[in-house]
């Protein structure tokens, strides 16, 4: 790992200082991603679409809206089942750019005019870069069913009945960057260096760069529990000097304070996800953090903070353990790829091939982006894990069928 010095924006200099000259990279990640002036989201930097930064799946049309659409109606209907004298909501947490919010309304309103009486659309949205975009997006459509903007806490002070959903929004929390160095696990930092002049500009230049901190306690608890109760080993077996990975402090925290604004209903995550084997193998040596500017990635995790996403994986088997202890009952995970396939997504490629010659042009380019799905290279290899809650305990047993975890219908 390269551990010469970057250039550090002013304003995270600064900040970096304040803490003493030394920060982990999980505050760092967190710095450059939330600072609510200066961090990527925070400031709304970030341009999500085929045309921004980065790309998701709600971007690239409203395929993906409706196919969720259907499922997120199925859930609806049984908690309707359950529940006929509360109003239902219908939360996203990390919204971005409003794409699945505007469509999913659009769409419920299309398919269950009754949503109008019945449901509320919340949005979770801590950045107000981001917030104000999303009203901007949604103000042709939130005359029809009620919306509204919520903090999590105000959500845990007032809990609701209904479905959330987390779109990419976990692989945004900040993580702790682990190496594996002289035969000891540590956990990276980054240190404020020395200011030097530029010979270009005489200009004095803050620069930052890697540093090896050790373990503080609260991450030695969370390692010796993943490996009793998920039987993980970190580092694995044969893992070699300088190994890297990640460990995710913040998902416990945001199960807990989930399952305490929802009274009872459905948690749907939506993300990169690996299984541990795969996530913590020696193979695996430079970990699963990316950072993302203008379509492009890059492993130079130091450079132009405030101005690129860093994002990382999760790791299946922690997270589903969390949940459980957290008060969740996990319906289980498949690929993106499966999960759209069993919502429709063959039979709308075949309807495809009937439409008139005259919207070719826009038949190829919904096809493009229905293919970009499921691609296992690429958005195809997200995980769809759903859990449920329910007023009773975990202990009452499953309450609510998912449809996405069924068998595609043969062809």
């Not at 710095?31 to 200066?38: D, E, K, M, S, T």
């Not at 903090?151 to 702790?176: K, N, Q, T, W, Y």
């Not at 270009?200 to 620069?207: H, S």
């Amino acid at each position: 790992m390269d551990r010469s010095g970057v250039p550090c924006p002013p304003w995270l200099a600064r900040a970096i200082a304040q803490e003493g000259g030394c920060i982990s990279f999980c505050r760092f990640m967190d710095l450059a991603l939330h600072h609510p002036v200066h961090g990527a989201y925070g400031s709304g930097a970030l341009r999500i679409g085929p045309h921004g930064d980065f790309a998701t799946s709600p971007s690239l049309g409203s395929d993906f809206a409706e196919l969720l659409g259907l499922q997120v109606l199925d859930w609806l209907e049984q908690l309707r089942g359950h529940h006929r004298s509360n109003r239902l909501s219908l939360v996203e947490m990390g919204p971005g750019e409003g794409h699945l919010a505007h469509d999913l309304l659009s769409f419920l309103l299309e398919h269950s005019p009754e949503c109008r009486d019945q449901l509320e659309f919340v949005l979770v949205e801590s950045n107000p870069g981001m917030q104000q975009r999303q009203r901007e997006r949604l103000a042709a459509v939130t005359d029809a069913i009620p919306v509204r903007w919520s903090r999590l806490e105000d959500l845990m002070a007032s809990p609701v009945v209904g479905v959330v959903i987390a779109h990419e929004l976990l692989d945004a929390f900040a993580v702790e960057r682990l190496v594996f160095e002289q035969g000891t696990l540590k956990k990276l930092g980054v240190v404020l260096l020395p200011e030097r002049s530029s010979p270009q500009t005489m200009i004095l230049e803050p620069e930052i760069a890697w540093v090896s901190l050790p373990l503080d306690q609260q991450l030695v608890d969370d390692l010796a529990w993943a490996t009793s109760r998920c039987g993980l080993q970190i580092p694995p077996d044969g893992t070699s000097e300088g190994w890297c990975s990640e460990w995710h402090p913040g998902v416990r925290p945001w199960l807990h304070q989930v399952a305490t604004a929802l009274e009872s209903g459905v948690l749907l995550v939506v993300d990169y996800a690996l299984e541990a084997k795969r996530y913590y193998s020696p193979s695996r040596r430079d970990g699963t953090l990316l950072a993302y500017r203008q379509q492009q990635c890059h492993q130079e995790l130091l450079r132009d903070a405030g101005q690129s996403d860093l994002t990382a994986h999760l790791c299946l088997e922690p997270l589903i353990a969390m949940a459980e202890e957290e008060g969740w009952l996990s319906h289980g995970a498949c690929r993106q790829g499966e999960a759209l396939l069993s919502l429709g997504l063959a039979q709308r490629l075949q309807a495809l091939q009937h439409m008139p010659s005259s919207q070719l042009a826009q038949a190829l380019q919904r096809r493009e982006a229905l293919l970009r799905l499921v691609d296992p290279a690429g958005l195809g290899e997200f995980r769809w894990i759903a859990f449920e809650r329910s007023s009773q305990g975990p202990d009452r047993g499953a309450t609510f069928n998912s449809r996405f975890l069924r068998e595609p219908l043969p062809q």
